[in-house]
Nanobody, 114 residues
Framework: VQLQASGGGLVQPGGSLRLSCAAS????????MGWYRQAPGKQRELVAI???????NYADSVKGRFTVSRDNAKSTVYLQMDGLKPEDTAVYYC?????????WGKGTLVTVSS
């Protein structure tokens, strides 16, 4: 499974960004897709994940602001980020889980700053 993420950038506090991640390769084996992030000096943490059936799980810090969605036909997962805060600044990584194995995309940097 290969993952290609896009959509990061610089945004002002309160702004919005949308991340996309397209999977290729053995996509039929993927069950869960989602996003993790790693801020400078911190461990990588879960942001949001979504199953093939649409079940979602969010970090408490992003609930009500971020929305994860998935287009199974395109093997693509999205992260709509609204109400961004400076503490959301991090490298965001796309993740796919297939047959118990985790696959990671290259991170995309999100910077929230005025």
């Amino acid at each position: 499974v290969q993952l290609q993420a896009s959509g990061g950038g610089l945004v002002q506090p309160g702004g919005s960004l949308r991340l996309s991640c397209a999977a290729s390769g053995s996509i039929l084996r993927i069950n869960v897709m989602g996003w993790y992030r790693q801020a400078p000096g911190k461990q990588r943490e879960l942001v949001a994940i979504i199953s093939t059936t649409g079940s979602t799980n969010y970090a408490d810090s992003v609930k009500g602001r971020f929305t994860v969605s998935r287009d199974n036909a395109k093997s693509t997962v999205y992260l709509q980020m609204d109400g961004l805060k400076p503490e959301d600044t991090a490298v965001y990584y796309c993740n796919a889980r297939a047959l118990g194995m985790d696959y990671w995309g290259k991170g995309t940097l999100v910077t929230v700053s005025s």
